[in-house]
């Protein structure tokens, strides 16, 4: 089995904030998948994105220390769990599936996450959720999952609105196979109240909302609360949080 990766590493979750499902805090070993099918305007990992254009992966060779070996891609499936168990250092939450989008490769995926599970590793799977027929594929053996909705000024796709509602559906697949499910929302300067209203009517009673502002962070404090405000009028005040991406802060992968 093959895959077309990014990288593997050992770091703490840094985003999702204090949202049930969420593993902010949390140590993780990270697989970060390369290739995706959407363009994000924003997006920090945008060097992976072409998969045609990722011809090495990378490994921490020792944990949390930010050094790294290379392999060529497509990376072999053995070669990997090897990486990830060298990253093992026995305080493990969680494996999280990033990139990219994990669920282009649906197959090596879940190939990956049923290793992961025999071995006594729970899966969290960052996702855009756009794809829910490869969402079906995996839901079953994914313990957690952050699912973005992609904000119309994300300008990820020509057709945002169908977007939005195969992520939705994304969400609720996942709930139904018993993953501990919470929706992220990038926003921006430009994202509009009403925009905000209808993903909360459409998470309302299904999954609750990070709201994560755009690194680095351009949108006024203020402006944040205003989006935080709509959102738990419709999800309720229980519903809703803020989530930053620590990690950048820190300095740490
Ligand atoms: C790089 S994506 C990979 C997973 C998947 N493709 C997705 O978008 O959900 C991982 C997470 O980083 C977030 N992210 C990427 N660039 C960001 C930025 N500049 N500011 C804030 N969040 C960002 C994404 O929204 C997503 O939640
Ligand atoms: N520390 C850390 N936390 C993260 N949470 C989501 C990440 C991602 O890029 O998917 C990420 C990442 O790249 N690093
Ligand atoms: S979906 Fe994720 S990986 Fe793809 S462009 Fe958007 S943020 Fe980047
Ligand atoms: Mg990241």
Redesign the pocket.
Known sequence: MKLVLAEVFNSWQG?GGSLPGSAFGRRQIFV?FAG?D?R?G????RE??DASRVSRWRYEIEPFTGRFEYKPNPANLEDVIKAILHLDTGDIHSISY?????TLQTRALRALMEKMKELGFDNFL????GLPEAIREVADITDYA???I?DES?K?IKNWRELVLREVESIRILKDAGAEVYA?L?VTNETKLENVRWYAELLKGLAPLAI??????DIPMARLMDIYRVAAEVLGKKNVGLSF?VH?YLNVL
């Open positions: 985003e970060r995706c959407l994000c924003w997006c920090d990992s992976y994105i990033t990139g990219g989008e994990p960052e996702t855009h959720g952050s699912v973005d992609k994300a990820a992220k990038v994560q502002p755009k690194e680095p962070i991406q950048k």
